[in-house]
């Protein structure tokens, strides 16, 4: 068994109640009753007061008295419940989402009851114009509705206003200011009419459009916050934890998260590094394959840089941490990750592209209907009320809703097919892609090693190894333990440094570990026999024993993926940091022709350059610390979860499970999203070839506002709706969720 | 029409207490565990006596 994990960073302290509090990400629950078995399991624990699921983030809070509880004692306790569960901070992002949405579902709460309670006044002042209402009558339920409106507009249109105020200073068009303007204009030409006793008054126009125009952000914060907090999730799953080395030289494990930089941390043989710093003492073999792509090992020694995510095969490093320096590779990462962003962050999204087009048409016309009026002989006043109807009627209701509603859409499409959307943009940058560049090693193959003999072996064998396999944490082992039906590990399991791990099941004793532990030489080296390239694992549960060969493989769906897009003639590359030999056989495997083999950061991010000078729009899909440049300077970017930090971060979406179908995915649904989008923009475009005439010719009225608003509104998110369909051509012949790995699937459902 | 002296009040009164409700029940944190809360209501196991130690 691994030693307990320190905890302690990630305990809140309530000093007034004295309570403890910590948060859990928790992986393995699939059904509703896992509610009550880890509820119950862990609130019968000595101590603890309170244990509560969220079911729908599968996170668990747990709060305890004093000291009487050790935390990683409620760590050890799921376990056993056959539960893996990680300390769990909310990211900073996560954090000010959840603030986010909790002010948008206040305004929409305020909106909608100002929206009713108005109607409710106006619908009587409708039909007592054409009854007989006295004028009396209708200036109080002006009045009321101005008492409603003011303020309720005032709260609810904060997040239009704020955005709408930074446009202008920063001499932006966004499609805040029309609304903002249209919003402002219709409040307080409604007053200046209410104060005249006018027939008219259109406080319901304004405020129902800050309703729809509400939901939508809502609807669209919502798809934000549960994509990020199935993305934090996996993000604390990894369970990437460090052996920090005190002053004392006393070791303890501790989450990545609680080391800082400065501090030097222990990495044992089999380990992968979790953090980036120099090697301080110590010699070994690292594989850092996730970092540069090279499947080649490499021979380390003190003084030497190392990078997270580089596995750790020879002998013991002790490293101490830093961050970025002059002159590594990482920094050279950062560098040309911060420069392509740059150069990304100009693009122009639809939505805005559309408000710069149609700012100035429309207050041009409004600005005509007035001066007409005018030359016409109407007097100011009717030509003014004139061309604030215009700007009302339209206040770009449904071309402010044709672009988000149809994004919540098609997000939600995308994470039904496993890709996690990071960059709200990405979709429309998708939608261009013409060609699409693989890394190879973590992104057309898996990034851990598979069993290769499946067939050769006992299945009974194959589960008990597996479980066991769930106490280790040595590369292999874990790669093994994927194979587990069952993922609640043995009892008292424990670790043979160097050799393997054991345990005793009903007085059989088990080992797992290399061919020598358990005494399988001979079987070991008639299974190498056959395959080379394979690494082996040796298992024994009494007199019978077992081999498991693991290696490197493509993605079970890789051929028919790269067929697939080939069939829809995107133009296909691989660029790898990996040797020549080992590029070509994938790329022979594949029938991609276009390959490159051996190549940095800067060589991904020149390769690409090339590409764009030809002329063509590139999907970056990789996972390698080498390969954030080049996903950060493509067009689009895709990521495996199992990717690399700064990749990670730099990729438009990441995709779980062990298939390459989710490229296939993103490329379809994003197309369509965003012929879904433009289809929107003309519907609005048509509304307001309608609406604006009527509106010229002073033919609008409150009751055909609210009627062409809310309709158009209506069309427009029921259009949006197409979207969650892909193309035809780009319908995957089978649903991805099947192949997603148990634990990520479970997540995603 | 004096009729609308107190419908009115009644009317908004009435609409401003749901809106009162609904933002206590969102600052309550009802909200955050949609998916829980309907698979709760069929735990039979959460009655306070037969909670063994």
Redesign the interface.
């Known amino acids: 068994m691994s030693p307990a994990i320190d905890l302690s960073a990630f305990i809140h302290r309530d000093t007034k109640t004295g309570l403890n509090r910590l948060d859990l990400a928790i992986e393995g629950i699939d059904c509703a009753a896992c509610i009550g078995d880890i509820e119950r399991g862990i609130g019968r624990m000595k101590g603890v007061i309170e244990a509560r699921l969220n079911y729908t983030n599968r996170r668990l809070g747990v709060a305890w008295q004093g000291e009487d509880v050790a935390p990683d004692a409620i760590v050890a306790r799921l376990r056993q419940l056959g539960y893996r569960a990680h300390p769990f901070e909310a990211s900073r992002q996560e954090q000010i989402e959840t603030a986010e949405m909790r002010f948008l579902i206040r305004c929409l709460a305020i909106s909608g009851f100002a929206a009713m309670n108005i109607m409710l006044f106006s619908v009587s002042v409708w039909s007592g114009n054409v009854t007989d209402i006295t004028s009396d009558t209708r200036d109080m339920f002006h009045w009321l509705s101005a008492l409603i409106a003011l303020p309720a507009a005032a709260y609810a249109g904060q997040p239009f206003f704020r955005n709408a105020w930074r446009a202008i200073r920063n001499r932006n068009m966004t499609m805040d200011v029309p609304i903002s303007l249209g919003i402002l204009l219709a409040l307080g030409m409604s007053l200046y009419e209410t104060l005249h006793s006018a027939e008219h008054a259109y406080f319901d126009s304004a405020v129902m459009l800050l309703f729809f125009l509400l939901l939508g952000r809502v609807l669209d914060q919502v798809m934000r916050k549960k994509t990020r907090s199935v993305a934090d999730n996996l993000m604390a799953l990894k369970g990437e934890t460090a052996v920090l080395l005190d002053t004392s030289g006393e070791a303890r494990q501790v989450p990545v998260r609680a080391v800082k930089i400065g501090d030097l941390v222990l990495v044992r043989p089999g380990e992968r590094i979790a953090v980036d710093g120099r090697v301080e003492a110590g010699q070994s073999a690292v594989d850092a394959s996730l970092v540069t792509g090279e499947t080649m090992q490499d021979q380390i020694g003190p003084g030497v840089q190392v990078y997270a995510g580089t596995l750790n095969i020879g002998g013991t490093l002790h490293v101490r941490v830093t961050a970025a320096h002059e002159g590594t590779l990482l920094d050279e990462v950062n560098r040309l990750v911060a420069q392509a962003a740059d150069a990304r962050s100009r693009y122009l999204r639809l939505a805005d592209r559309a408000a710069r087009i149609y700012s100035p048409v429309v207050h041009l016309a409004a600005l005509a209907t007035c001066i007409g009026w005018i030359l016409i002989g109407a007097s100011l006043h009717d030509a003014i009320i004139t061309a604030i109807a215009v700007l009302i009627i339209t206040c770009p209701c449904a071309l402010a809703l044709a672009v988000p509603a149809t994004q919540v859409v098609a997000s939600g499409a995308l994470f039904k097919a496993g890709l996690l959307l990071q960059a709200p943009d990405g979709i429309e940058r998708a939608a261009q892609c013409d060609t699409v560049v693989f890394d190879k090693t973590g992104t057309l193959t898996l990034p851990e090693p598979r069993i290769a003999n499946r067939d050769a072996v006992n299945p009974v064998l194959l589960e008990e190894a597996a479980r066991l396999a769930l106490s280790s944490r040595h590369p292999l082992a874990m790669a093994l333990s994927a194979e587990a039906h069952r993922r609640a590990p043995f009892e008292d399991a424990e670790e043979v440094t160097g050799e393997g791990i054991r345990a005793v099941v009903d007085g059989v004793e088990y080992r797992l570990g290399s061919a020598s532990f358990c005494e399988a030489e001979t079987m070991a080296a008639a299974a190498l026999g056959t395959q080379r390239d394979a690494s082996l694992i040796a298992f024994r549960r009494g007199d019978e024993c077992a081999v498991f060969l693991l290696k490197q493989a493509l993605r079970p769906d890789a051929a028919e993926t790269v067929a697939r897009l080939r069939a829809k003639n995107y133009a296909l590359a691989i660029l790898s940091g990996d040797n020549e030999a080992a590029v070509a056989q994938v790329a022979r495997a594949l029938g991609i022709a276009e390959w490159k083999s051996g190549l940095k950061p800067a060589d991904k991010i020149a390769a690409l350059a090339t590409l764009k000078r030809d002329g063509r729009r590139v999907l970056m899909v990789g996972d390698g610390l080498n390969d954030a440049p080049a996903l950060a300077a493509a067009h689009a970017s895709l990521s495996p979860v199992s990717a690399a930090h700064v990749a990670h971060a730099s990729a438009d979406a990441l995709f779980i499970g062990e298939g390459l179908a989710p490229v296939d995915a993103m490329l379809g649904l994003s197309r369509k999203a965003v012929r879904v989008m433009k289809d929107n923009l003309w519907i609005a475009v048509v509304y307001n070839l309608i609406a604006v005439p009527l509106a010229v010719f002073g033919h609008v009225t409150p009751l055909i506002a609210a009627a062409a608003m809310s309709g158009s509104s209506i069309i427009v998110t029921l259009s949006a709706l197409r979207a969650s369909q892909p193309m035809r051509a780009a319908l995957p012949s089978h649903p991805v969720a099947t192949r997603a790995p148990r634990s990520e699937a479970r997540l995603a459902s | 029409?004096t009729i609308?002296v107190y419908l009115?009040p009644v009317?908004?009164s009435l609409?401003?207490l749901?809106?009162g409700a609904?933002?206590w029940s969102?600052r309550s944190g009802q909200?955050?565990?949609?998916?829980?809360a309907g698979?709760?209501i069929?735990?039979d196991?959460d009655l306070p006596d037969r909670?063994?130690?």
């Open positions: 029409m609308l009115i009317a908004l609409g401003l749901a809106l609904f933002l969102l909200y955050d565990d949609l998916d829980g698979a709760r069929l735990d196991h909670r063994p130690d």
